[in-house]
């Protein structure tokens, strides 16, 4: 390992506390004890908690703050300046956006530079590598990489194992890639059916089957050595809006979430869980007040560490998001509150010069103030011994990618396997109308209507002969000509935007059939059609799934995981008025 300047200067006091016999005694006993701590690196044998308290006590306040780091860059090579924080600042962590992966073998080259420059340095601990690769429609990691069913099918499905082998086979992919941290599961709950942030990234609305199935996730993400987090502590599924853009207000009581979202954080706590991203979003009739829960002690040391009692690492989502600046009144305070509140790793989502505002005030804080410098020291220390859990050992994902592994393909015979099946299960006949299934020859002449590639290749092998028409917000002349010379159509419907549209369909007197992609809950103001199937994402193989169902071919025994209000006659719970 390369020595940094600490270690080259304790050398070189103790070896001029030995030339010279008559130096001062404590010259010489600085000089061992410097080497000592020196001497110890990430690889050192030894428990994770007492070497993890060692490396961070032998740590100056800089080398301690710069873990608590967990920076992104721009473009798909890793920036100088990026480098530049890991080499000479020695950051914990760097966090991969989907604007840095469409060549899945240029990224895991990247990962491996980055890595190597982090174990070159100081006491070559290596870097959370983390991203977003929850399946269904957040897949930062794109490429090679799977696209997958997502969580709501996993939901609608209803079983753990489908959970469990979700995060396995999504977790086998980032380890081959080098990336050691996932920021998932998604753990929020479909509680405001307007959250178009959340929708079919929820596992439904039930907490207890949340816990249940994010359990499994975790453990799935958890055997390829990948270290899960779960979001958005303590729930972004109650609000239609979006804390990238605004900070949400959510109405509900303590009492309230407590019983509901913060339910499946009590399981994983319970589970051991590594990891929890905290949400910028305010809880007015809580304790917390106005703040965002991100930048709340309330919210992370009284409610998470104490009443939860959750020992693991807590993160905060992006801080450049505007939920927690505007809060907080600049990036910096917002970064100095969010670790003073519990946070033990800040996220940005840019490359900050080596000299920003954000570190520098950040390191005048810890010289002119006591409690905030102990804040991160001790976040320093929980943040070494997550690492020394997780990233040691034979199941660890590997710090350098094997790249020709990476030429041969992440995805296996076995998990396209399993991501087909999951979708085939999770397809939800939601109305049949007496019309499904629907056979190639009582279908007569087809129409697809959509906004999906997929949707329309995988049509036109279930009904050759059909017509495409990819449909825009409005009912255009040229889409009504082709509806009326049809005798089925069959609507891709995957939000708001299509139902104008589909209502225009409605007195032309043609077997209508919407396919739900995604969130099924625009379902609702559709309950006239013939009749209706959901599918929980844009994957090749939901549209795969949900076409086969159509026609018959195999049973749709997936349920809506979110249920509601009675439904109408011939609907099933969930979609009700």
């Not at 798909?76 to 073998?105: C, Y």
């Not at 109650?238 to 990238?244: G, R, V």
């Not at 490359?351 to 005030?361: A, C, H, K, M």
Request: net charge neutral; aromatic share 10%.
């Amino acid at each position: 390992m390369a020595e940094d300047r600490y270690c080259k200067t304790a050398r070189r006091n103790l070896l001029w506390g030995m030339v010279f016999k008559k130096a001062p005694a404590l010259l010489l006993f600085f000089g061992f004890v410097s080497a000592l701590l020196c001497a110890l690196e990430f690889d050192s044998p030894g428990d994770p908690a007492p070497l993890a308290r060692r490396l961070a006590d032998s740590m100056s306040d800089e080398q301690a703050l710069a873990q608590c780091f967990m920076l992104g860059w721009v473009g798909a090579e890793p920036s100088p300046l990026i480098l530049n924080w890991i080499r000479d600042r020695n950051i914990g962590g760097v966090k991969i956006f989907g604007w840095n992966t469409g060549d899945t073998k240029r990224l895991a080259a990247t990962v491996g530079s980055l890595q190597k420059a982090a174990l070159e340095s100081g006491f070559g601990i290596p870097l959370f590598v983390a991203t977003d690769q929850e399946g269904g429609m957040v897949r930062h990691v794109k490429g090679s990489t799977s696209e997958t069913p997502g969580n709501m099918a996993i939901g609608a499905s209803g079983r753990p194992v489908d959970a469990y082998w979700s995060g396995y086979y999504i977790g086998a992919e980032l380890s081959l890639l080098g990336v050691n941290m996932n920021f998932a599961p998604a753990v929020d709950l479909y509680t405001n059916r307007d959250s178009v942030l959340i929708g079919s990234r929820s596992f439904g609305n039930d907490p207890v089957q949340a816990g249940i199935l994010g359990a499994a996730f975790v453990k799935g993400l958890a055997a390829q050595g990948v270290i899960a987090t779960a979001k958005h502590f303590p729930g972004h599924g109650d609000t239609s809006l979006d804390s990238h853009g605004v900070l949400p207000r959510i109405d509900a009581t303590f009492e309230t979430i407590w019983d509901r979202e913060l339910v499946p954080y009590r399981l994983l706590a319970r589970e051991g869980l590594a990891a929890i991203m905290t949400g910028h979003l305010a809880f007015p009739n809580t304790k917390a007040g106005e703040a965002p829960a991100s930048l709340s002690s309330w919210f992370l040391k009284d409610v998470l560490r104490e009443k939860i009692g959750y020992k693991g690492l807590i993160i905060t989502d992006d801080l450049m998001m505007n939920g927690a600046t505007v809060f907080a009144g600049s990036l910096s305070r917002a970064a100095k509150q969010a670790l003073l509140a519990g946070n033990d790793v800040i996220m940005l989502s840019k490359t900050p010069s080596l000299y920003d505002p954000v570190w520098t005030f950040l390191l005048e804080s810890m010289k002119d103030d006591a409690v905030f410098r102990g804040r991160v020291r001790d976040a320093a220390r929980r943040i070494i011994e997550v690492k020394l859990e997780y990233l040691r050992g034979e199941n660890k994902t590997p710090y350098i990618p094997d790249l020709k592994k990476v030429e041969e393909g992440l995805a296996s015979p076995e998990s396209s396997a399993f991501f087909l099946d999951l979708a085939a299960h999770s397809v939800t006949i939601v109305k049949d109308g007496g019309v499904l299934p629907l056979d190639r020859e009582k279908a007569g002449r087809v129409l697809l209507a959509g906004q999906y590639p997929d949707f329309f290749s995988v049509g036109k092998k279930a009904y050759p002969g059909a017509v495409s028409f990819w449909y825009s917000s409005q009912a255009s002349p040229e889409f009504l000509y082709y509806a009326r010379n049809s005798d089925t159509v069959i609507f891709c419907l995957s939000g708001e935007d299509g139902l104008k549209p589909l209502s225009a369909l409605k007195e032309l007197g043609k077997r209508i059939i919407v396919f739900s992609v995604l969130s099924p809950i625009y379902l609702e103001g559709a309950l006239w059609a013939d009749a209706a199937i959901a599918v929980y994402s844009y994957s090749p193989d939901s549209f795969i799934a949900g076409f086969s169902a159509m026609l018959g071919r195999i049973k749709a025994e997936g349920k809506i995981p979110f249920p509601g209000d009675p439904a109408p006659p011939g609907l099933p719970p969930g979609i009700g008025q």
